[in-house]
């Protein structure tokens, strides 16, 4: 992948690179803004900088400390969560929270509060961060923690890189007795089948997710495959190993971008069907790896090149348990008839621990996550769509797969932003921001605004 690319391969944009290679260095002049960049899986233009630099983080990928003890990792903020599963795995620990790829750097992880399967047992990453280093770029460095620099901190959790540089970061991570899940795979027949099993698996299931065939209409709409599991524990009983039980090794990979053609209604129907139909609408529970658990499409690597040249957008959004049902119910019906097949969708709950980053995405309600290959106007219109559903239902659209949202959305998905944005450094700035701040936003002094509040309690009871 270019460093000019999203995941998403859209928008392409000019913009220059540096290299980052010492955490003690202060930060390079570059043309135009600076913007922090990890692995670039956000698929929109959070990660871009058009006209302006990317900071290339992969240079700090030094792991610092690391208690086997406690769990307590300390790394540079470019090591990827790859990395810090094969320190931590072997010696019995595993990370808190995890998205569903591992090639994200711990930077990256920090700058959306990424969220994983496991939202509503233990919230987001950044609950998970003890303290972190931010570099600015008048050359200050600042500790921030809940405790230290606590307004930093929530700026800087979810905040899209855009408060500095993160150079390293303390991560508690989880213990675990071994690599293996225990997963069950649950087929439901509609929407309300969801619901119902969602609400079975949650106080006895770490691990939720479902996949769900977009393309089902009527009585079916919302049909799927709901995912659970928990680590399986140090004693288990016989259980049959599921056909990818093994961690991926070298894996597959899509060498060429793929013609248009091949990603149609009628394919992704085909294969849609069979997924579905694979289960024979029963139940099973298999032991199985972590890695093809957590990160199956890691087995795939450049599947995004499967989308074409054009690219494609992801439309991730979450919707208040209030209004969730209708507006799940709309959201899969205007996308199966949009004629646009959404390859991958995904449904699953976030639970009500509060994310620390005021920008943070995750909170309470269902969250919704579709795939469609950028075919211009239609595509558009239709990602349009999903999102004035998504903002009269209340809920809001995630910045880290976001290519298009306008000024007006963010404002009511990001009520914290006029308390974000004076800190802001002055040399950093995105594609995405520009974008949903045309004009300037106030930039008030942040000399006696409060903005050092305790946080909450609730987060404070983490430690
Ligand atoms: C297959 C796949 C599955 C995914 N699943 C999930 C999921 O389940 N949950 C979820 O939440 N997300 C998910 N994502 C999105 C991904 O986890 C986030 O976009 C993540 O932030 C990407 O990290 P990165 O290292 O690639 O950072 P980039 O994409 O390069 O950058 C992301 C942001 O982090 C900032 N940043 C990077 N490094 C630093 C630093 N050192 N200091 C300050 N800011 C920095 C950048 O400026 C940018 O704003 C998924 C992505 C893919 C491709």
Request: overall charge positive; proline content about 8%.
């Amino acid at each position: 992948m270019s460093p000019a690319d999203s995941w998403g391969r859209y928008p392409h944009v000019e913009q220059q690179t540096r290299s980052l290679v010492w955490r003690s260095d202060a930060l390079p002049h570059g043309e135009g803004s600076l913007l922090p960049r990890g692995l670039g899986r956000s698929y929109g233009d959070s990660c871009l900088n058009a006209g302006g630099t990317l900071l290339l983080t992969a240079g700090l990928d030094r792991l610092i400390d690391f208690d086997p003890t406690t769990g307590l990792a300390r790394c540079e903020a470019g090591v990827s969560l790859d990395t810090l599963l094969r320190l931590c795995v072997p010696r019995g620990w595993f990370l808190p929270v995890t998205p569903g790829t591992k090639f994200v750097t711990v930077g990256g992880a920090i700058a959306n509060d990424v969220h994983g399967k496991n939202h509503h047992r233990s919230g987001t990453f950044g609950r998970h961060v003890r303290r972190f280093e931010l570099l600015r770029s008048d050359g200050s460095r600042r500790m921030c923690s809940l405790e230290e620099n606590p307004d930093w901190f929530g700026a800087t959790v979810g905040g899209l890189g855009l408060t500095g540089l993160v150079t390293w970061a303390e991560v508690q991570l989880v213990p675990i007795r071994n690599p293996f899940v225990v997963q069950e795979t649950i087929p439901f027949e509609n929407l309300d089948g969801f619901f119902r099993v969602s609400r079975e698996s949650e106080a006895d299931h770490e691990f939720t997710v479902s996949w769900v065939d977009c393309l089902a209409r009527g009585r079916k709409l919302g049909r799927g495959l709901f995912y659970r599991g928990n680590f399986a524990p140090s004693q288990f009983e016989r259980l049959p190993l599921a056909k990818s039980h093994l961690s991926h090794g070298a894996g597959l990979a899509v060498p060429v971008d793929l013609p248009a053609f091949c990603l149609n209604r009628l394919s992704v129907s085909a294969f849609n069907l069979l997924y579905y139909h694979r289960q024979r609408g029963r139940p099973s529970q298999q032991l199985i790896h972590y890695d093809p658990f957590f990160y199956p499409l890691d087995a795939v690597h450049g599947w995004n090149r499967i989308y074409g040249r054009q690219g494609f957008l992801q439309f991730q959004c979450v919707v208040p348990h209030a209004t969730a049902r209708d507006a799940v119910k709309e959201l899969l019906e205007r996308s199966a008839r949009g004629g646009l097949p959404s390859f991958l969708s995904v449904l699953k709950t976030f639970g009500d621990l509060p994310s620390p980053g005021w920008l943070s995405f995750p909170r309470p309600g269902i969250t919704l996550a579709l795939d469609f290959a950028n075919r211009g106007e239609k595509t558009w219109r239709l990602v349009e769509a999903l999102d004035r559903v998504t903002r009269e239902a209340g809920g809001a659209v995630y910045p880290a797969k976001d290519a298009r949202m306008g000024p007006e959305s963010f404002a009511a998905y990001f009520p914290q932003r006029e308390r974000f944005a004076p800190y802001v450094d002055p040399a950093f700035s995105s594609s995405f921001w520009r974008r949903v701040n045309p004009v300037s936003l106030p930039m008030p002094s942040l000399e006696g605004r409060g903005d050092s509040a305790a946080p909450p309690a609730s987060l404070l009871a983490l430690r």
